[in-house]
């Protein structure tokens, strides 16, 4: 895509922004010193100051520019309770014994976000359904996730038609504990809740430099300096300043959201939240008032937004059997990816520690991670995930290039197969 087109789209408000309410503005005064300072008022720092001020310490949360700027309120409001990228199999390859205890904690975690009052109306469930064909994997996957102390069902054909109101699909997997939220709701009540136990938070203010000392942790800001005891570094693909460290940990790469009008359909019917299984995935989301919120990668060979429009547009008609109406409301935001899929961790210091890469499952996960790195600050890391760091991965742009590779190649693959359904080839002997 065209940096015009995509920098437009970055810059634009999400639909979960544009439709808030009343912006509340967080100016509170920079302290002299602080136990613990955030950098980024996400759902991942927020999460970090709320563990922190649990365990009594004095908390300032910095934001460069305002609560919920970046990918929290930019996201498609699913509540994802496994790991992106990831089978039972390869999760245990890639944490060992500690598998258990991060995919139980996620799924907790999960939970924990659906049940946040301001981010209610809440859907309940998700669905990963399996494109193009059937597969006798399922069952085996879904065994393997039970095994992890995961809620899944093997959902079939009739079922997928009853909770994702459509036919396209003759198998999935069903997680019962996920689910979708209003993410900027989400961030906005947890902004509250911090504001409510005496936690600062500083909008307006990056922070331009950390400094370790002796015996404190600097944080050079535009409005002074502020000493910490703690520092946690939660930019992730929006870092920017000293938080830069979050974005250059993560090949970031552009996903497009959209809003469609729907024509009216039975209430409660088809409203579950749900992701396929493509490299190109295909998700949908169904809002309030008939629409339908859906998405892809941006890629470098796009020509233009009405591009992604008509390929969208396309991707509905195919699921639900019917035309979308008009395209409401057209947004990006970037995802953090990462070799492994799994978050990248660094800690110069046994004071500053920073994480990033959500690989597209931000909101559980990134609340897991705040509480969790918080905790490993403040010398109670009881989940002990062997996570790895980022000064081991030296990415360049190798990883982002090969997602589009493996996407574009996916995207032609649907595209011939969807032709090939629309003209089948004709038999030997029939006129063509």
């Known amino acids: 895509m065209p940096e015009k087109n995509l920098s437009r789209l970055l810059a634009a408000p999400s639909v979960w922004q544009a439709g808030w309410p009343c912006k509340t503005v967080r100016s509170a005064q920079l302290p002299f010193d602080s136990d613990v300072v ?34 929290s309120g930019r996201n498609s409001g699913f509540v994802v309770p496994v790991p992106s990228r990831h ?22 975690t999960g939970s924990d976000v659906l049940s946040w009052s301001a981010a209610t109306p809440h859907q309940s469930g998700w669905m990963q359904p399996w494109a193009n ?4 994997q399922l069952q085996t996957i879904a065994q393997g996730w039970r095994s992890l102390g995961i809620s899944v069902e093997v959902a079939d054909r009739e079922r997928m038609e009853s909770d994702l109101g459509t036919a396209h699909y003759c198998a999935g997997l069903c997680y019962p504990e996920g689910g979708a939220v209003d993410p900027f709701a989400l961030v906005q009540a947890m902004a509250n809740a911090v504001a409510s136990r005496g936690g600062l938070i500083v909008e307006g203010c990056p922070a331009l430099q950390i400094n370790p000392h002796a015996t404190h942790v600097g944080i050079i800001t535009p409005l002074g300096e502020l000493k910490g005891n703690r520092v946690l570094v939660a930019g992730n693909a929006y870092g920017v300043e000293a938080s830069r460290m979050t974005r250059k940990a993560v ?5 497009i959201l959209a809003t469609f009008a729907m024509t009216e359909d039975e209430p409660e019917v088809g409203v579950m939240p749900f992701s396929d299984n493509r490299k190109d995935m295909w998700f949908f989301r169904r809002l309030e008032s008939s629409r339908v ?11 233009s ?4 429009s008509t390929l969208l547009k396309e991707r509905l008609h195919t699921i639900y059997a019917k035309p979308p109406g008009e ?5 990006a935001g970037w995802v953090g990816l990462t070799h492994d899929a799994m978050p990248m961790v660094d800690s110069p210091d046994e004071r500053i520690i920073s994480w990033s890469g959500c690989n597209g499952r931000g909101l559980a996960l990134s609340t897991l991670m705040g509480r969790t790195l918080t905790d490993r600050l403040l010398g109670n890391d009881s989940l002990r995930l062997p996570l790895p760091t980022s000064r081991y991965w030296h990415k360049g742009g190798v990883l982002g290039w090969l997602a589009q590779t493996f996407i574009a190649v996916d995207r032609c693959k649907q595209r011939r197969r969807a032709l090939a359904l629309v003209n089948p080839p004709s038999l030997p002997g029939e006129p063509s």
């Open 38 to 71: 955030v950098i980024g008022a996400g759902v991942g720092g927020l999460a970090a100051a709320l563990q922190a001020l649990d365990a009594g310490c004095s908390v300032t949360v910095l934001e460069a520019r305002q609560v919920g700027a970046g990918a």
């Open 87 to 108: 089978t039972p199999q390869s999760l245990r390859q890639c944490l060992g014994d500690s598998a258990g205890h991060f995919a139980r904690a996620l799924q907790q």
């Open 133 to 136: 064909h059937c597969t006798p």
């Open 251 to 255: 090949s970031p790469m552009a996903l």
């Open 293 to 303: 919120l859906t998405g892809c990668f941006a890629l470098p060979l796009v020509q």
């Open 305 to 308: 937004v009405n591009y992604c």
């Open 327 to 331: 395209l409401e409301h057209l947004w």
